[in-house]
């Protein structure tokens, strides 16, 4: 990404790492949560790692998808499928939070 251009310049750190796995786990192992903002591929790929690292208990951090203008809402309509058919055990909708806004979102955390 430095090469690409795409470093914010006036950030308080900068950590560059060899490839996006071990920037992942950088980011991991440095957050409290993960919140999902409306995004493309790359988001919902992550999102979609930290939901399942969590549902196999490598971790217990706050997992939380602001769904803004309901953007996500066919994933969670796909997440319900898979309940129904038995694919995902019911219980996995504990492991996330579905917030309206950000505001939302940051009301959740400060109580976790």
């Known amino acids: 990404l430095v090469e690409m251009g795409g470093v914010f310049e006036e950030c308080d750190e900068l950590i560059i790492t060899q490839d996006l796995r071990e920037q992942k786990a950088v980011m991991a192992a440095r957050s409290d949560a993960f919140v999902g903002l409306p995004g493309g591929f790359g988001t919902l790929e992550e999102m979609m790692e930290r939901l399942t690292l969590k549902q196999l208990g490598f971790h217990h951090k ?7 203008k309901q953007v996500y809402q066919p994933l969670f309509d796909f997440f319900e ?3 129904r058919e038995n694919f995902a055990d019911s ?3 504990e492991l996330y939070y579905i917030a309206p806004d950000a505001l939302d979102a940051i009301d ?3 109580r976790d």
């Open 91 to 93: 219980s996995c909708r």
């Open 62 to 68: 706050p997992i939380i998808f602001i769904n803004t």
């Open 108 to 110: 959740r955390l400060e």
């Open 81 to 83: 499928h898979l309940y």
